[in-house]
């Protein structure tokens, strides 16, 4: 195996990537979409459910607690003023106390409070803004019910500072760019099964370890480098740069090993392009599992890519370090050794 | 062109592109999406808090909560059941209540409640949550509400849910793969194959081939996007109306689709034309999503009388009348399509000959 021979696969397989029009838009375009996504996403999430009120100076001193509980107020001065910021969109629910709220509540009446909702308003929050308001006087008028709750909070407590969703989609974006590159690769290399040019190069003095190295090199460095480029523009790799790189590292080699393994058993582009479909959809379900938490329970935990995205995910929107993710990347690096083996196996066999 | 040939084409495109994975893609996609985003509507991307339940007695609780449009609720069998799901983000609050608990409350006996609450869950759905909570204990308990509230609704805006903003881009995909891509790629595999080549040296000549493909594009587009608004429970108004703008805006699609195919050399070029041209395809149903966006821009784009009228006819119920204008200029941009492509494939035949 020299150098100089390696060298040139790489450079021919980059050549021909670009030279199919398909992945060569592919791969630039989806950098440049996944990042304009990534930075059209708002950065933070708002947690507050806002209401517009009109009401005695006593009333709103004692809503003033409400607002801990991600309820935030907005004053008018008058009912005219609140109706208008509900029709214009200001406020979603304006709420007109009675001047008498207060002393009505110690005499034990029942006053009469309007709720002003927006017709933009879905109908879930129309049926639930009255239930809010219903409690929130009871709140006032120290109206408590016999009943302990005993509250446990599961996992980190990230109330008022939630992972903006575009943190969240950014392990899914990563697994996108590393399968476009296997869906590239796979169809790569079967084309060149197909057409002969492997067989061509086989009887240069080129070997076959060789031709497997040149090709995990290609396959790999490419994934690495547009994964790194990915999280190098949206930022993730601001906290525990080495630990991301190498996690991506270890994730490019393994969708390397997939790669070879589509190509074994694909004929052509258009085979190759389905089943990569295929694996895409699979390994992009640990991602879409931080993305709409709860989608899926344990099961999960058999997808290879999960121990990529959970990692990255812990390190990015966790802080988590080198102590917290070293099962992952150990998994990990386990799922990358048997593909890559798996795939170089079955290549090697398709050669014969 | 004859209608014998044109028949045996048709044959061979139903008998072997139907095992084609573009065909199956064109019939498997429309579906798998309608479904996933019921699914994800109805629970995952759905603004309503999760509340997940475990009744050790018997509580009227789970029914109520059940009832109340602002919440999802899910029951569990035990306490670490509902830990689980409350951990992995399956709930935002779960809770257990003990066996007796209606009764110890009704009674205004103590009663302890134990919760669970999801770490990442918002402030705002632990807001709804602890207060529907509060109110579903104060029902159950028998207590009158401190206020009598008044609702009023104003403005005249409407919210427009996200299943609604999203039909117009599963319908235009339900077309365009049935209607670009199924044609096109047809045509792109044949020339790569060069079975079109000698299918055109037989008496068959391009006209009968773009026209068998074409067929069997407007039959799989109509279909599937007729199946995409049942699956979609869109399916309504003026039926025989809505079929006929389907159709039209099938023939649209199948006759830019047999362009693409005429005009590029083979799978890998069309593949990376229609990814370029993406943006601007699906650039109507993009801005209908989101309504902020002036409405009148995506008329600018042709694709946009493929689903216009389709969404005004099902969502708005419109009549011929309203849609005519949008149906003309569809009709318009199929003549000019039709006389681009009968153009380019002259061209080409003059060239290959």
């Known amino acids: 195996m020299n150098r100089e021979m390696l060298a040139a696969v790489i450079r021919k397989d980059l050549v021909l990537w670009f030279k199919n029009r398909f992945f060569a838009v592919v791969t630039v375009l989806a950098l440049v979409a996944y990042a304009g996504i990534y930075y059209l996403l708002p950065s933070e999430i708002d947690e507050t459910l806002e209401i517009g009120i009109f009401a005695p100076v006593a009333a709103s001193a004692l809503a003033a607690p409400l607002e801990e509980e991600g309820v935030l107020l907005q004053e008018y001065a008058s009912e005219l003023a609140l109706k208008e910021a509900v029709i214009e969109g200001e406020v979603p629910v304006g709420v007109r106390f009675p001047d008498d709220l207060l002393s009505a509540l110690a005499l034990g009446e029942r006053p009469l409070v309007d709720v002003y909702l927006s017709a933009d308003l ?14 929130w006087v009871a709140l006032m008028a120290g109206t408590s019910m016999p009943v302990e709750f005993n509250e446990e909070i599961l996992g980190v407590d990230k109330a008022g500072s939630l992972t903006p969703t575009r943190d969240r989609m950014l392990p899914l974006l990563a697994v996108f760019v590393l399968m476009v590159e296997v869906l590239g690769l796979s169809s790569l290399i079967s084309e060149e099964v197909t057409t002969g040019t492997i067989q061509a190069l086989l009887i240069t003095p080129l070997s076959t370890e060789g031709l497997f190295t040149a090709k995990g ?17 949206t930022g993730g790799l601001i906290k525990e740069p080495l630990l991301i790189l190498v996690i991506l590292l270890v994730s490019a080699v393994m969708v390397t090993g997939i790669a070879f393994l589509l190509a074994s058993a694909s004929k052509d582009m258009m085979s190759a392009m389905w089943k990569g479909m295929l694996a895409l959809l699979i390994l992009a379900i640990p991602a879409m599992n931080v993305l709409l938490p709860g989608l899926t329970s344990d099961w999960i935990k058999v997808i290879p890519s999960f121990y990529m995205v959970d990692a990255v995910h812990q390190v990015i929107n966790f802080d988590a370090s080198w102590g917290a993710v070293w099962t992952n990347l150990l998994i990990l690096a386990a799922f990358a050794a048997v593909f890559l083996a798996l795939g170089v196996f079955a290549l090697r066999r398709k050669f014969r | 062109m004859s209608i014998r040939r044109i028949g045996v084409l048709l044959w061979k495109e139903l008998s072997k592109g139907s095992r084609n994975f573009i065909f199956i893609m064109a019939l498997v996609v429309p579906v798998v999406i309608s479904l996933l985003l019921a699914l994800l509507f109805g629970t995952f991307f759905s603004d309503r808090a999760k509340l997940g339940i475990v009744d050790e007695g018997s509580s009227q609780i789970p029914a ?10 899910r029951e569990f069998d035990n306490a670490s059941e509902l830990k689980e799901a409350v951990s992995r983000g399956a709930v935002d609050i779960g809770m257990v209540l003990p066996e007796g608990f209606d009764d110890r409350v009704a009674a205004r006996e103590p009663a302890e409640v134990a919760g669970y609450i999801w770490g990442e869950s918002g402030l705002d759905s632990r807001a709804i949550l602890v207060t529907s909570i509060l109110a579903l204990f104060r029902d159950v308990a028998g207590y009158e509400p401190p206020v009598e509230i008044v609702t009023t609704t104003l403005g005249e805006a409407q919210a427009l849910p996200w299943e609604d903003r999203l039909l117009p881009f599963i319908l235009l995909m339900a077309v365009m793969i049935g209607g670009v891509m199924v044609p096109a790629a047809s045509l792109a595999q044949e020339r790569q194959d060069r079975t079109l080549v000698a299918l055109t040296i037989t008496p068959t000549t391009l006209g009968d081939v773009l026209t068998a493909k074409g067929i069997i594009g407007v039959l799989v587009a109509a279909t599937m996007s007729v199946v995409t608004l049942a699956l979609n429970r869109a399916f309504g108004g003026d039926a025989v109306l809505l079929i006929g703008a389907l159709v039209l805006g099938s023939i649209m699609a199948v006759i830019f689709g047999l362009l693409l195919g005429v005009m590029t050399k083979d799978i890998n070029t069309l593949f990376g034309t229609i990814k370029a041209m993406g943006l601007i395809l699906y650039a109507p149903a993009f801005i209908f999503m989101f309504p902020e966006i002036p409405q009148w821009i995506a008329r600018l784009f042709p694709t946009y009388y493929i689903i216009g009228p389709v969404i005004e006819i099902t969502q708005m119920g419109a009549g011929l009348e309203e849609v005519l204008p949008e149906l003309i200029i569809l009709v318009v941009l199929i003549l000019a399509l039709i006389a681009v492509t009968a153009y380019a494939a002259r061209r080409k035949s003059e060239a290959a000959a």
């Open chain 2, 64 to 73: 109520r909560a059940a009832a109340m449009e602002a919440l999802i609720v």
């Open chain 1, 122 to 135: 879905p109908q879930e929050f129309s049926d639930l803004y009255p239930i809010l308001v219903e409690e």
């Open chain 1, 217 to 233: 090199i290609f396959g790999v460095g490419f994934a690495f480098i547009q994964v790194t480029l990915l999280m190098l523009v």
